[in-house]
Each structure stands twice: as structure tokens, then as C-alpha cells.
């Protein structure tokens, strides 16, 4: 990702106080962080030995759970 035609807001110094960047690039930059964020999540997810089963199994336990609760 190359963010292109930053803009800074400076104060009277001349010291960079903020940064205006196109829209784009803000996505851009929010996408690159989640997709950070969900590969520390998963890295500090395999340091636990805890058992574990694959999301489609999980969601399907969860859906029984959630009909056989809605039936009592």
C-alpha cells in the first residue's frame, strides 16, 4: 500500500499535528490493521493446547443449542 497525496496540518511551528489522506487510503489503512489485528488474535489463539473444531461444527453445536433453548 502507498498512501498518495498526504496532507498535513501543522502549527504555527511548522510541527506536524495531523494528517488529511484520501478516503481510499483510510480504508486501505483500517483493512491492513484489522487484518492485523485477526493474525495476533489467531497467533495468541495457538499458544493455548485447549481443544478446538472447526468453525462449521462449532456453529452448527451453537444452532442446537440455541433451537433446543427456544423450545423450552
Given at each position: 500500500?502507498?498512501?498518495?497525496k498526504l496532507q498535513y496540518?501543522?502549527?504555527m511551528?511548522?510541527?506536524k499535528l495531523s494528517v488529511i489522506l484520501?478516503?481510499?487510503?483510510?480504508?486501505e489503512l483500517i483493512e491492513a490493521v484489522?487484518?492485523?489485528e485477526d493474525?495476533?488474535?489467531y497467533?495468541?489463539?495457538?499458544?493455548?493446547?485447549a481443544p478446538s473444531l472447526p468453525v462449521d461444527n462449532a456453529f452448527q453445536l451453537i444452532e442446537k443449542k440455541r433451537?433446543?433453548?427456544k423450545k423450552l
Open positions: 500500500m502507498k498512501l498518495t496540518i501543522t502549527d511551528d511548522g510541527k484520501p478516503f481510499e487510503d483510510y480504508l484489522e487484518e492485523l493474525i495476533r488474535i497467533d495468541e489463539a495457538k499458544l493455548y493446547k433451537l433446543k433453548a
